[in-house]
């Protein structure tokens, strides 16, 4: 039989179990939260009324559809596509061909700026250029027998064009070109030669704008022919004859009439 017992001197030991309490679930991190809301975005972008499911079909229609009533975003890609190959392939375009004339323009054999290398007629004109070329090209980036070639291929580009072209822009080109000359000319001559060297300038560029300005009028050109307008004073006005007067009826005043 229990008993109880409360004697002072005494303590009751109480037993306590240990009780599980459930645990919260852990948070998901915040790359993990993206990772699933980008995993959930790609999922509903497939799906059957998705973004990317839309894009891809009209991919697929594409070629069917033709360049003018496919989709207006992949015309735009295309069209962008296009326009930037065109441009990286004309700027390659264009480094190769400055490179060629770089090339030509150095290959060009040195020429003598500034001394006597040529002689004759000619002389009194080419002299000067090279000296005035020689004199103004120090501080340029470019050689002055480079400079130099380039005076002369205008000058040559002008007559040749101008001759068979008729062009009013080439022979703008030429009458510029055949002005510096003479400038150069003019400043690059010692002053007892200056006016002979200028006039004997004049006289060849003249000689040669022969050809390059051929077939330049300053009479306006008529487009068409004009209207042949004849005219004739005589004015014919139809005559009509007077009509015939009605026969009177003897009865015509009887009210009785048959």
């Known amino acids: 039989m229990p008993t109880n017992d409360n004697t002072p001197g005494r303590r009751q030991e109480l037993t306590y179990l240990p009780v599980a309490f459930p645990k919260s679930p852990p948070k998901p991190t915040r790359l993990a939260a993206l990772r699933q809301d980008a995993r959930d975005w790609w999922n509903r972008a497939w799906d059957v009324d998705g973004v990317l499911h839309a894009m891809w079909d009209d991919v697929l229609s594409a070629p069917e559809d033709g360049l003018r009533y496919m989709a207006p975003w ?3 890609v295309l069209m962008t596509a ?8 004309a700027k390659a375009a264009g480094a190769v061909v400055l490179d060629a004339l ?3 323009l150095t290959a060009v054999p040195k020429v003598q700026v500034g001394v006597d290398t040529s002689s004759g007629v000619a002389s009194v ?3 000067p250029v090279r000296t005035y070329i020689a004199q103004h ?12 070639t380039l ?12 001759y068979l072209s008729k062009n009013n822009g080439v022979r703008a080109m030429w009458t510029a070109w055949g002005a510096v000359t003479v400038f150069m000319v003019w400043a690059a001559t010692p002053q007892a030669g200056r006016p002979v060297a200028a006039g004997l300038a004049v006289l060849a560029w003249t000689f040669l704008s022969a050809f390059a300005m051929r077939g330049l009028t300053l009479r306006r050109r008529v487009v068409g022919r ?7 004073p005589e004015i014919h006005v139809p ?18 009439r048959d």
């Open 226 to 232: 004009p209207a042949k307008v004849t005219v004739k």
């Open 151 to 162: 005076w002369l291929l205008t000058g040559i580009t002008g007559l040749v064009l101008g």
């Open 82 to 89: 296009g326009v930037a190959f065109v441009v990286l392939m």
């Open 239 to 256: 005559v009509q004859p007077p009509a015939p007067a009605a026969e009177q009826h003897p009865h015509s005043g009887c009210p009785f």
């Open 74 to 76: 992949l015309r735009a």
């Open 102 to 104: 770089h090339q030509i």
């Open 137 to 148: 090209s120090a501080g340029l980036p470019v050689a002055a027998s480079t400079v130099y």
């Open 125 to 127: 004109v080419d002299q």
